[in-house]
């Protein structure tokens, strides 16, 4: 005896024979209900029954090459849990596209839709093979606090929180936290957890709150062992929600993810898409897309890194490449022209820090917002 | 060849003979330095080596008795990444006990004490085990908004967040969304996040911020339901930890967890222990401890769910045991006398959630903070 509970997503009326379509966690089930079949009781039951209706069936399973998945149900039993309002504030048999206004505003039934449960779907299993893989290689995921009384770097973006009388800021990143924790002698953590950016824009790069996964690793020998397990984790997770679900087609290099270099990008760009910008200066939205239009045509990746950013674009409390460098250990992983980590390798030599920290200190009080030293 | 990085947890010399313990991830580590059997250079450069500096260390692991973990280290290379001030702001030796404030104004020092580290492990673990066992059972790990723009019930103990110029807050419970989750055809959903709570009282029982696993099911017969399966989850987690720790002392029962039920309750305390709450009204700490050595004694367990309180003192979308009922389904689980979860059944259906909602709407307009039908 099969057992289906879900909400009535279609009902194909023949008289004599009935198919009530039921969604049941993303997926639809055909309920079959054939006068003489099945009990006339049922029949009459489901006689008013409206679309979304919350029902709980039990009956026999049998295939059927024409349902969905290939097999359908003859009900024994049905209880309505819940009658639905005949009159639905949108559409859900995916034949009518909605625009993205009613989408979010009816939020509780659109997402009744299969392709936007597989979203979420897809992302719970995201997040618990990322937290597989770092648990295997000794990470310990941590969980640090999100009020905090002092403001992190650029601190106009901030949402401010009343913290008893006093004011406080929400976290836009765990950073200092992992650091202590790495202090604090764990060699390898993570957090999972939200961060809020008080941004006044409205593009896709930009969300007011948002989830992150945080990796700190101690003990590295440069920025490269950084990239070197990022690039592991991502294959890793790739590999594991490919088993599972049929995911949109993204190139994968057989070798390494390609590494792009500064200064050897701006000479790129110049050469390849005639785009010029300033030496030591950072890459912009259309740098990026061309980047990833050359990697993907050159390496047959959507994957790559871009590393040693100018210093003087990046905090004080990433590491340069050798000592007066005018270059950075400081690294971005970019996913078909989107930036979707920054990493590379921090300061740990206490002089350099507070050499480092002192500049801009300095630097801030007199108003420039970049660190130059 | 064994690789050790960690801190300096002691230094012990005996002219020839030096010994280092190694902190690693919070595993102690000998190392031995003896004279004619590693190179002169390596007992050079530890001459100086100042407790709690950042080492790496390669050499060969040899079996050792008296060693702690049974091994040592013979060291072919010896790295100081960092050497530490000599003077430190908190013992690390174990020997002398801080008190909280130095505890805590030192933490990224003092956590490295294998006592705390221990504790975050613990945590780490725990949290994956109920996302293991949860994802076994079909829920979906969801991510839900923290900055909401309603106040939840007992609006008063919210923390404010000022939202691009509008009044917003953090919410006390990712509840709302949940439910919303589960109306969006989820079956089983659960979040592991933050929450808030302003309340303005320094216990134990209090926390301005805290993480919670938030787990809500579909489709449940009634509320015991929900018990069976918490007890479930808790085992599994309990049974996981052992294989890994040596966990303090838990008095599980063979059977079931033990379920005491309203009006029952009041009649145990008033037999057991002379305690008089009055009828219809919540248990208060001193209740709950008796009840937890109640149960203790007659059933030997350590946790028990306290069942069906009055309606009257829960919010209007909990579900009563039968029509016009004075109880509530609704559960809580304690754990050695303190209330670890709260649950039970929601009313899922319509014209009841208006009716009731109407009611605390009318009530709460005047000024009265409990919902009284």
């Known amino acids: 005896m099969e057992i289906i509970k879900g909400h009535i997503a279609d009902i194909r009326d023949f008289g004599k024979l009935k198919f009530l379509i039921v969604r049941q966690d993303g997926n639809l089930i055909q309920i079959v209900l054939k006068k003489e079949v099945v009990d006339d009781e049922l029949l009459e039951k489901v006689k008013d029954l409206t679309k979304e209706s919350v029902v709980e069936i039990s009956g026999e399973k049998v295939e059927s090459p024409k349902a969905p998945n290939g097999f359908e149900i003859i009900p024994k039993s049905i209880e309505i849990i819940s009658k639905s309002d005949p009159i639905l504030p949108i559409d859900l048999s995916g034949k009518i596209e909605s625009n993205l206004d009613t989408i979010?505003?009816?939020?509780?039934?659109?997402?009744?839709?299969?392709?936007?449960q597989k979203i979420f779907r897809v992302v719970s299993d995201t997040v618990y093979y990322l937290q597989e893989y770092l648990r295997k290689n000794n990470f310990t995921q941590i969980f640090t606090p999100c009020i905090l009384t002092l403001g992190a770097e650029g601190g106009s973006e901030v949402f401010n929180v009343f913290y008893y009388g006093k004011e406080a800021y929400l976290r836009q990143d765990?950073?200092?936290?992992?650091?202590?924790?790495i202090q604090g002698g764990f060699s390898r953590v993570f957090e999972i957890g939200p961060n809020w950016r008080a941004e006044e824009s409205?593009?896709?790069?930009?969300?007011?709150?948002?989830?992150?996964?945080?990796?700190?690793?101690g003990f590295i020998k440069n920025e490269y062992d950084v990239m070197e397990f990022e690039e592991k984790l991502i294959r890793y997770v790739i590999e594991k929600l490919s088993e599972k679900y049929e995911i949109p087609e993204i190139l994968l290099p057989s070798g390494k993810f390609p590494v792009l270099e500064?200064?050897?990008?701006?000479?790129?760009l110049e050469r390849e898409?005639?785009?010029?910008?300033e030496f030591g200066e950072d890459l912009d939205r259309e740098a990026e897309k061309m980047l990833a239009q050359y990697v993907r045509e050159k390496y047959k990746s959507d994957f790559f890194f871009v590393n040693r950013f100018a210093f003087q674009i990046k905090p004080?409390?990433?590491?340069?490449?050798?000592?007066?460098?005018?270059?950075?250990?400081?690294?971005?992983?970019?996913?078909?022209g989107l930036e979707i980590s920054s990493?590379?390798?921090r300061e740990h030599r206490y002089e350099k820090i507070i050499e480092k920290f002192?500049?801009?200190?300095?630097?801030?009080?007199y108003g420039c917002r970049q660190i130059i030293i």
Chains 1, 2 share one sequence.
């Open 316 to 336: 004080f409390y990433v590491m340069r490449c050798d000592e007066d460098s005018f270059w950075a250990r400081s690294t971005d992983l970019l996913f078909k």
């Open 202 to 217: 409205h593009t896709t790069r930009h969300m007011s709150e948002y989830r992150g996964i945080a990796v700190e690793m």
């Open 273 to 277: 898409f005639g785009k010029v910008i």
């Open 174 to 181: 765990p950073q200092l936290h992992r650091q202590l924790a």
């Open 262 to 268: 500064f200064p050897e990008i701006y000479e790129i």
């Open 343 to 345: 990493g590379g390798q």
């Open 358 to 365: 002192g500049w801009t200190v300095y630097f801030r009080a």
């Open 104 to 116: 979010l505003d009816t939020r509780p039934v659109s997402l009744r839709l299969p392709k936007y």
